[in-house]
């Protein structure tokens, strides 16, 4: 019985060496990751997530064996960013979960990677690596002191205001086309900015005298200065010698839509300055020339039953762009109609611009019913640029009414964005508005058809008479919970995306102007009121088959 036991111990002895009598390493555990959760968040490998809490950053991590905290190796585990490997590890609720806790504090919206290393030892190998980027939430405290709606209102205007007044081109007065723009001044921008100093007028941001000071100067400058092509004014001039500045190549002549949103500014004006003094008479009667002189007619391209976009004198009809519906530019037809000298013909707008019942859509979008244009509506300023002036509340012709229009086109962009097909972090009730703007890098007509994750605020804001409420809950979003990286010298910036993350640094004037005038129309109807009682209008739009 000895000699068995004996026996059997040199077995297991010779049993547990190796060549040259070496001791036989017992295979590693393999470890993979069964989860990770930071600060709650759940993320998975080669995943992209966004809303995590900020602050101090805390990951759980499970694996399918027991794992040793003291045995991490810091360069193997990161949070990557501003915290790398600056943490601390302690065990889970059990053998097989870890916790990092970082010793710094992540900042809101700043990007991440936490990765763990294909091979690091945690009293086991793993075998598989984990990578996954997310990004931190928005602060959501408050950046400024709560204000009622109304004074919230009142500020948004008049800081908006400031860049048709701060930043206007010293020469001519025009608004400058965007931040940094120098001596481009854009000839559309600077109507809309017209229609907003009667609004800061109105609201004691200005005296009478300083904002009728400031007009001048644009009419003086447009009267003597400006180029003008058969009456119609450039997109783009020289805010010092009113000569054109091409927009491309080919357009280096009349611009009929840009044209029109400046006269729907200067009939804004005529109508509000039209009693007043021997001064502001005068300006009255200059803008009036101006608009007797635009050729309207010109612009049907010799004689077509539609108005053309450009005219050039170095490239004649070139350009080759009709305006035809429906996008922005009804307000161009209207004027067309409207004009004592250079008037068009009901079938111009029948068959240019309404395409003899093309316009009309009809279909449901975000169970919405849209009447008339493309499919979703098309970005926001459709519903904007032209009804600065043109009160669509009761405005209808044959193919629509126009306050169901707008109304339809406002809402359906809010539901679009609150749905959210496309997955960007931040739209919601709080965050929506889909139009032209600069993007990262560029800038493009967004819209539910070219999403491209990017918020204007002026899309929002600029809607307000048709969703007040949808609208005034993104106003306080942009101001109170976005502020600190949005709002700054005049008033919001131009776009953003929470997604990327993106804020622009710009404004541009065909964005700022609407926010002030939007406002105020839907506040008092002041700019409505006045250009829809101009006879001129009255006796187009009867012309043209609406009713108002």
Sequence with gaps: MRKLSFLLAIIIIVASCGKNNEPVVPDVTSLSVVSVQVNGTALTNNGNFHGVAAGVQVAKIVFNNTVDPGSIVTSGLSFGGTIGSNYKATQGDNKQTIVLTSTASATPLTSFTFSINTGVNLGGKIVTGFSSQYMTAIDSTAKFPTLSDNDLLTLIQQKTLSYFTDYAHPVSGMARERLGSGETVTTGGSGFGLMAILVGIERGFLTRSDGFSRINKVVNFLNTQADKFHGAFPHWMNGTTGKVI????????????????????????????????????????????????????????????????????????????????????????????????????????????????????????????????????????????????????????????????????????????????????????????????????????????????????????????????????AARFFYYMLGDKLWSNYGFYDAFSLNTPWFSNSYLAIDEGPIVVMIENYRTQLLWHLFMQNSDIQQGLTKLGFTY
């Design 246 to 473: 091409p927009f491309s190549t080919k357009d280096d002549g009349g611009d009929l839509v840009e044209t029109a949103f400046m006269m729907q500014g200067l009939l804004t004006v005529r109508e509000y300055f039209k009693n007043g003094s021997p001064g502001e008479q005068n300006m009255c009667d200059t803008i009036q020339k101006l608009w007797q002189n635009v050729e309207w007619d010109w612009y049907r391209q010799n004689g077509q039953n539609v108005l053309y976009w450009h005219w050039s004198p170095d490239y004649g009809w070139a350009m080759n762009m009709p305006i035809a519906g429906y996008n922005e530019a009804l307000i161009v037809y209207v004027l067309a109609a409207s004009s004592p000298t250079h008037s068009i013909t009901k079938e111009v707008y029948t068959n240019g611009w309404a395409k003899n019942g093309g316009i009309v859509n009809g279909k449901t979008f975000e169970g919405v019913t849209l009447p008339l244009g493309s499919d979703y509506g098309g970005p926001l300023f459709f519903a904007q640029y032209s009804f600065l002036g043109l009160d669509p509340r009761n405005l209808r012709d044959q193919y629509a009414s126009y306050w169901q229009q707008n109304t339809a086109h406002a809402k359906i962009n809010n539901l679009y964005c609150i749905r959210n097909p496309g997955g960007y972090y931040g739209y919601s009730a709080d965050s929506w508005g889909l139009t032209a703007s600069d993007i990262p890098n560029g800038y493009s007509a967004s819209s539910p058809t070219n999403d491209l994750g990017v918020v204007a605020p002026t899309a929002a804001l600029s809607s307000m008479p048709y969703t007040p409420n949808e609208s005034l809950r």
